[in-house]
């Protein structure tokens, strides 16, 4: 096939009326980056965010009958159907190297547009870097409510932080109490990193407003090489509620040692990590018939929502797992950045920042139980609500808030 | 929240893990008594022998104590082979030979943590269920987990195995000569090469032994070793490089200072326990409590 | 042989002039950032490692830890800065002073610990200082320092997008590092050091002095590390104990001494040079991945050149002499 001359006149000519000024040099693919720890204690994550975006690429650049922003047709039509690109950088988990990467992506593999980063550490230097070369930046899967109170302009969070996640948490647990449940005396138990620290001063000052009494609260190095000393003081306070915010790690050697050392907690609360990842389920499930873990994802939407049950089942199929609380998230943060690019008509950064800011999507069109994605001015969505998700028979069931719920959470649990 | 139940469950749990901890340092120790070598690879050796247990539990469903031989024969094999295809050449450097020997070695580490992540992805692995896994016997009131039950005994066996093996036997006195004395056993006709390595493949084997029984109730994933080798280093220092003995009192001091630590200080803070006692030991002997020399 | 020795401090000297005045011209040419990124933490490593080198190549005490000055110089720079609003400047020699106080008061009982006791010993105490780094509150534990950014200043060193001042600070440490080692060869230290090197009984007659001399290069040593860490922070403006004082930083102040040539003048610039470039190239082209090949590269280079030069690179460079060379 060749292409003569008067073919690409006419068809600049036509995109140029079609398009933008800006968007005029526009090529065939949008390039988007993302950054993650690929290598190292937190490789794992890295990998399966991978395959959570390769998902929500496919599903932007062919053609699916989702009721999700760009689903139908291929590509971009905003774009004249330009396709997504990923480009991937590892970050280990290291905040310059994280700044390093962002900079990399940006000059040189020239993405319009960068998600990450897992580590709320890196998401301060990636979110600075994207600050500065006006490129938008999507903190897919960071919980710290620090990084929105920054007031930069470039940065957004499609799902919730820690303070949302823990309110939603206690929620709960005031609901569970109007029932008549005993639930007075609550046990922190969390790793010593920003996500373990941040979580645990959350729901110390949440407790403190809502009248619990919190009876440990345990900090622990994460991947510690033992947990006897920690789980013998969590026995020893004996709460009604065990909270722990940990990663997976240190979450298996948690639950084990738990079982070693005869503690049985009358009910477990989890803030995700660990508690959400297939790993921890494979290794200590049996002995976690009951716990409840707040998160982002609900398979139970697939029953509202086939597309939902549709999605994880591609997303399974590259790796293996159900979509989880960050894989979900990963995957919808794709989504809104492409959604908000193919409206911005143009890779320029402010125009997908403007668009960005402008973005108001029903939650019936993602596949979380969000009410809608719509960012206030520090980039926050404020209407994306938080589950609690009971493991019950090997499986995940909704039991909070209300609206969502499929069931009525056990408690306290067996 | 100190009653006397805590405190005893403590100590039981910190020497349960400190005897497990002398288990997973005495290879180090070994190899540092025979030749002088430290193997910054340790904490990497543990990790290949978790991820031996794991598979041969996931492929062929052997449980882990039952391939904890296997796997310290396959870890012989393999310390031998490190020692036969890289050591042997960094002891050999005409310059700065610790300097070498240590860089090697630290190398070989990010190696093994890199082809354990190629070939064995970064999934966090474990072993659901197994003849020990989640057991426990109660005395009193005092749990006692059965896997670490297990590893205890195992350690003890096997350092009354190695003491028995270096005073008792034919090889084991050519390993003490050697380690004594690496010129004058040469002239006796022992082959220094054969001992060191010999001494690589048992130091490797002593580690596999102790990954088989972690295998059982921690979790497994390319930097796992990471979390075991600087305190793998710190009970050998604090025992005295080159004493076996010096390791198995080393890490029950460790695991009982970690313990008690964590009922004094928050629990993120134990491990300044155990380093402040190994300061405090090496300011008073700066050769550790039984090293040599 | 003095003559000898003489001739060649002169000539490394006017290397290290031409060295210096080619990448003072680097930002002139090299625009990309990603390029002039990595330009500046050769640079830095390069001076640091060279800082590392004073302590342990030349005195032979070698440190694991020195990523507790590192850390230290970052965060009384950057506490001094966010509580007090004390300009960095006077925050880095506050990080540097510090450091030093903190290195001989521990040597004091350190150097009466031999090889890998010592080794441990400064693994450990970093360690501690990471540990209580992590709990500290008032410090931010584990939340960290973000450094409040107002645009570009000289007074603050702080520049938004631009990393030429960066880069030239660094070029200044390095070359600080470089003279101070340069002095220090022809020192009474150096020879001091030398002669213990040669020949440990004459570390017996010269004791105290020699013991006083170690003190010396501990306190220098950490100084300029703390520098570096100071930089490093108003560089990355963030800091949190993991990013600064973790045993990564330790390894990477040895590792380019190592492979350049330990207890050398030129090690580790030329250990440097040739690492950092490696390390972020690795992990820009294999990174990416999630395979572990960066890693498997990464150690496979160090594992050869450990193996195949152990006086490391610079002994590629140096023709054998009839005379000796002592370096």
């Known amino acids: 096939m060749t292409i003569s001359r008067r073919d690409v006149l006419l068809g600049a000519a036509a995109t140029a009326a079609l398009m933008p000024l800006a968007a005029r040099a526009q090529t065939s693919e949008v390039v988007i980056g993302l950054t993650y720890p690929m290598s190292g204690a937190n490789a794992q994550i890295g990998v399966d965010a991978q395959r959570a975006y390769e998902t929500a690429a496919d599903i932007i650049n062919k053609n699916y009958d989702f009721d999700l922003p760009l689903a139908k047709g291929e590509g971009l039509p905003g774009l004249g159907g330009a396709k997504i690109r990923l480009v991937y950088a590892d970050h280990q988990g290291d905040p310059q190297k994280g700044r390093a990467e962002a900079e990399r992506l940006i000059t040189q593999e020239k993405v319009c547009a960068i998600i990450g980063t897992y ?36 940065y957004f969070r499609p799902s919730p932080h820690d303070e949302m996640f823990s309110a939603a948490m206690f929620d709960f647990l005031d609901a569970l109490k109007k029932k008549g449940n005993k639930v007075e005396t609550l046990a922190l138990f969390h790793e010593d990193t920003i996500f373990g620290t941040d979580s645990a001063n959350t729901q110390l000052k949440l407790a403190a407003d809502r009248g619990y009494k919190v009876v440990a609260d345990i900090k622990y190095r994460n991947n510690s090489p033992s947990l006897s000393a920690e789980v013998q003081q969590l026995k020893a306070a004996n709460a009604d509620v065990l909270m722990p ?50 998160g982002s994802f609900s398979l139970d939407l697939a029953a509202k929502r086939p597309m939902v049950g549709k999605i994880n089942d591609m997303f399974k199929e590259k790796s293996g797992k159900d979509l989880n609380d ?46 809608r994605v719509k960012f206030d001015d520090m980039g926050q969505n404020n209407d994306a609500d938080p589950v609690l998700l009971q493991y019950v028979g090997g499986k995940f069931v909704t039991v909070s808030p209300a609206q969502a719920a499929v069931a009525e959470a056990i408690w306290p649990m067996k | 929240m100190l009653t006397v139940e805590t405190i005893v469950q403590s100590l039981a749990s910190g020497l349960l893990m400190g005897l497990l901890y002398g288990l997973i340092a005495v290879g180090l120790a070994l190899i540092f008594g025979l030749m002088d070598v430290t193997n910054f690879a340790h904490g990497e050796f543990l990790m290949i022998a978790m991820y031996l247990s794991f598979f041969l539990f996931a492929f062929f469903a052997i449980d882990p104590l039952l391939s904890a031989p296997l796997v310290a ?74 896997p670490q039950l ?130 405090l030991v090496v300011f008073i002997r700066p050769r550790g409590l039984f090293g040599s020399m | 042989m003095d003559k000898n020795f003489a001739a060649r401090r002169r000539r490394d000297l006017i290397i290290a002039a031409v060295l210096a005045a080619i990448a003072a011209l680097t930002p002139l040419f090299v625009k990309d950032v990603v390029v002039q990124n990595v330009l500046i933490l050769t640079l830095m490593y ?55 106080l903190i290195a001989m008061g521990l040597g004091y ?47 603050k060193f702080q520049f938004a997008r631009s990393k030429v001042p960066y880069f030239y600070f660094a070029l200044v440490l390095c070359c600080i590092a470089w003279l101070v080692t340069w002095w220090l060869e022809d020192s009474k230290w150096g020879f001091w050091w030398r002669a213990v090197k040669d020949n440990p009984d004459a570390a017996e007659s010269l004791g105290v002095d020699v013991f006083n ?87 496979t280079l160090i594992v050869l050149i450990s193996l195949a030069l152990p006086r490391g690179l610079v002994s590629l460079f140096s023709r054998p002499k009839k005379t000796g060379a002592t370096r």
């Open chain 1, 119 to 154: 580590q709320s550490a890196v998401a301060v230097t990636v979110s600075q870097t994207c600050e500065r070369y006006q490129i938008p930046f999507i903190s897919a899967d960071n919980s710290s409510p620090s990084l929105h109170r920054r007031g930069l302009k470039y």
């Open chain 3, 213 to 299: 001399s170690k003190m010396g290069a501990a306190a220098v040593s950490a100084f300029l590390v703390a520098v570096g860490g100071s930089f490093y922070a108003q560089f990355v403006s963030y800091i949190d104990p993991e990013s600064v004082m973790g045993f990564q930083f330790s390894l990477l102040m040895a590792l380019p001494a190592v492979l350049g040539g330990i207890g050398t003048l030129w090690g580790p610039v030329l250990g440097a040079a040739i690492l950092i470039p490696l390390t972020e190239i690795t992990r820009f082209k294999f990174g990416g991945s999630g395979s572990g090949v960066d890693l498997i590269i990464y150690g």
């Open chain 2, 73 to 146: 024969a396959a870890l012989f094999v393999f310390g031998a082979v490190v020692y036969l295809l890289l050591v042997r050449f960094a002891m050999r450097a005409k310059a700065n030979a610790g300097m070498v020997q240590i860089f090697t070695t630290f190398g070989l580490a990010i190696v093994m943590r890199g082809l354990a992540q190629y070939f064995f992805t970064p999934d966090y692995r474990s072993i659901p269920q197994s003849w020990l896994g989640g057991k426990t016997v109660s005395i009193g009131g005092i749990f006692l987990p059965e």
């Open chain 3, 46 to 100: 390069a001076g640091l490692s060279q800082s590392w080198n004073i302590l342990s190549g030349y005195c032979g005490q070698i440190s694991l830890g020195h990523a507790l000055y590192f850390g230290l110089g970052a965060y009384t720079t950057e506490l001094l800065f966010t509580k007090f609003g004390v300009l960095p400047w006077f925050g880095m020699l506050a990080g540097g002073t510090v450091s030093a």
């Open chain 1, 245 to 294: 915010s940990s990663y997976t790690t240190d979450g298996i050697l948690l639950v084990k040692t738990m079982a070693e050392l005869g503690y049985k907690p009358k009910a477990i609360l989890a803030q995700a990590a660990g508690f959400s990842e297939k790993a921890l389920y494979d290794a200590v499930g049996d002995k976690l018939e009951g716990v409840i873990t707040r």
């Open chain 1, 326 to 371: 960050n894989t979900s998230r990963e995957f919808m943060a794709l989504i809104v950045m492409a959604d908000a690019i193919n409206r911005a008509k143009s890779t320029d950064g402010e125009k997908i920042r403007d668009a960005l800011a402008a973005t108001d999507t029903p939650g019936e069109q993602t596949i979380m139980p969000w009410k």
């Open chain 2, 150 to 279: 297990v590893g205890a005994l195992v350690s003890i066996a096997a350092f009354a195995g190695l003491y028995l093996f270096i005073h008792r036997t034919d090889f084991g006195r050519a390993l003490e000569a050697t380690r004594e004395d690496p010129g004058a056993v040469a002239l006796v006709g022992i082959d220094k090469n054969r001992v060191f390595a010999f001494g690589w493949g048992l130091g490797a084997a002593l580690v596999g032994l102790a990954g088989a029984i972690m295998a059982v109730f921690f979790y497994i994933y390319p930097d796992v070793g990471a979390s075991f080798a600087l305190i793998a280093y710190v009970t050998v220092a604090l025992g005295g490089f080159g004493s076996v003995f010096g390791a198995f009192a080393g890490g029950i001091i460790v695991g009982l200072v970690e313990a008690v630590t964590a009922l004094v200080l928050p629990p993120s803070l134990k491990s300044v326990g155990i380093y402040a006692v190994y300061l």
């Open chain 3, 109 to 155: 009982p350190f150097f009466r610990l031999r090889g890998h006791y010592f080794v441990i010993a400064t693994i450990v105490i970093a360690e501690i200082g990471l540990l209580l780094f992590h709990n500290w509150e008032w410090a931010g534990a584990a939340m960290g320092i973000t450094i409040p950014i107002r645009g570009d200043s000289w007074l």
